[in-house]
Every structure is written in C-alpha cells, then in structure tokens.
C-alpha cells in the first residue's frame, strides 16, 4: 500500500533540519543539534525543548524511530534516533516541493535555474 | 547552581515527557552549557515547559473554562451592582418591598450571568479561531 506523505506536507523548519540531520546516519539528541547547527552554517540553532518537542511528534507520526543499535561504552543516558522508511519518503517529498518553489521563484524573479544544469 | 535550576524546570514538566526525555535534556545541558551557555538553555527549558503544559497536555482547556466563569461571575456581578435594584434602592421601608427588591436582583444577577456567558462564548471562539490559524501556520511556514 502507497504512503500518502502529501498529509505531513509542507514541514516546519525544525522538522525538516531534523529530519535531515538524521538522513544520513542515526544521531543522538546532542548529535542532531549540532548538526542542525551544521547544515545551517550557525543560522538555525535547536534548543534541547524544541528538539524533544518535535522528536515526540516525529515519533508518534512514525517519521522517526528509536534505533536499537548504539556504540559500546556510550553514555547510557544517550539515546540514538533513526529516520523510518515513512520519514525518509516524507523528507523526500518535502524537498521535491521545496525545489518545485525555488524553480518557480527563481522563473519569477528572473533569476538563472540551475536545477536542469544538475 | 544553574545545573539545578534547569533540573527544577525539567521537573515541572509533564511526567510523560519528562520521563521519556528528561535524562537526555540533563546530559544534553551538561554538555552544552560549556559551548552555548547555560542562559540560553534556561530559557529554552522555561520556553519547554510552557509549550508542553499549555500546548501538548490540554490543560488550557482548564485554564479557558475557568476564565470563562471568571467572566461571567465578573460580569454578572458587576452589572448587578452598577445596574440592579442595589444601585436604586434607598432605605428598606417595608417586608414586601424588601421581597419584591429580592426577586428583582435575582432577575438582574441572571440577566447579567447571561450576558456574561454570551460574552464569554463569543470571546472563546475568536479566541480558539486566532488560536488555531496560529498553530496552522506554524505548521506550515
């Protein structure tokens, strides 16, 4: 059965940074701050409050999951976090709009689209 | 010092949440306050915790309801007092008198716990209707 990812769309900045921050590799909370931090070069920056307040939502939309796996000899009082296939395809859908916005706002700013050049 | 106040903060917040990521907000602090400071995360703890009582535990709910009798009681009382039988009357000068006083303030105190309740209502549902548009773009921005 097709997931219907058009119902979480669009997502709200700190949702994307984190679903984005976790695309590539299972984090912990501290992990993903720092690399919302990152991706953002400093602009963005995600208090641990808000952080936790979207990481509850994600998981009850089942967007995010706990993952099972950690390194040995971690502080136990970390706990890593995972994108599920749902959250991946919700990332995935959230930028195909995002691009779809640029273009058109780049054809209406008049600005040159490097989208066909990639 | 500060280390303790943020405990507090976390404390205060539901026991769901605070049970599911209260030890990770902790360790976070720990390491954070050295590179963030620890004001920044005080305030976000502080801005945590009204966010997940206001917003995610329905307490509002409470809050609302009993503002909304506040109002009423407000409302109804003082118009009673500005506008009833009480701001009329002089000196009490018979039994009949006094009774027919009595039922003219009961009607007035109704009249006004009525308008009372209709402010109220009308107040509440602009209020929810700016409430909701709010959230809904703040999901969507």
């Given at each position: 059965m097709e997931t219907d990812y058009a119902r979480f769309l669009p997502l709200a900045p700190a949702t994307l940074h984190i679903l984005l921050s976790l695309a590539g590799?299972?984090?912990?909370?501290?992990?993903?701050?720092?690399?919302?931090a990152r991706q953002s070069e400093g602009k963005y920056k995600l208090g641990p409050g808000t952080l936790y307040d979207n990481l509850q939502r994600l998981m009850d939309q089942g967007l995010v999951d706990e993952a099972k796996r950690r390194p040995a000899g971690e502080?136990?009082?970390?706990?890593?976090y995972r994108l599920t296939p749902v959250g991946r395809g919700v990332l995935a859908s959230e930028?195909?709009?995002l691009e779809e916005v640029v273009h058109e706002a780049k054809l209406r700013l008049r600005l040159p689209d490097t989208r066909s050049a990639t | 010092?500060?280390?303790?106040?943020?405990?507090?903060?976390?404390?205060?917040?539901?026991?769901?949440?605070?049970?599911?990521?209260?030890?990770?907000?902790?360790?976070?602090?720990?390491?954070?306050?050295?590179?963030?400071?620890?004001?920044?995360?005080?305030?976000?703890?502080?801005?945590?915790?009204?966010?997940?009582?206001?917003?995610?535990?329905?307490?509002?709910?409470?809050?609302?309801?009993l503002a909304g009798a506040l109002i009423q009681v407000t409302i109804g009382g003082?118009?009673?007092?500005?506008?009833?039988?009480?701001?009329?009357?002089?000196?009490?000068?018979?039994?009949?008198?006094?009774?027919?006083?009595d039922l003219d303030a009961l009607i007035q105190i109704g009249i006004w716990t009525v308008?009372?309740?209709?402010?109220?209502?009308?107040?509440?549902?602009?209020?929810?209707?700016?409430?909701?548009?709010?959230?809904?773009?703040?999901?969507?921005?």
């Open positions: 590799e299972d984090r912990h909370g501290y992990g993903i701050m720092q690399e919302v502080d136990p009082r970390r706990r890593y930028i195909s709009r | 010092m500060n280390r303790t106040l943020y405990r507090c903060l976390l404390r205060l917040h539901p026991g769901g949440f605070r049970r599911q990521f209260g030890e990770e907000m902790l360790w976070i602090f720990d390491e954070a306050s050295v590179t963030q400071g620890s004001g920044a995360l005080l305030v976000d703890a502080a801005r945590s915790l009204a966010r997940q009582w206001v917003l995610r535990s329905g307490s509002w709910k409470v809050a609302v309801a003082l118009g009673h007092l500005l506008f009833g039988p009480l701001a009329e009357r002089g000196p009490l000068r018979s039994a009949n008198a006094a009774a027919r006083i308008s009372g309740i209709v402010l109220s209502v009308v107040l509440l549902a602009v209020w929810v209707k700016k409430f909701n548009a709010r959230r809904i773009r703040a999901v969507h921005l």
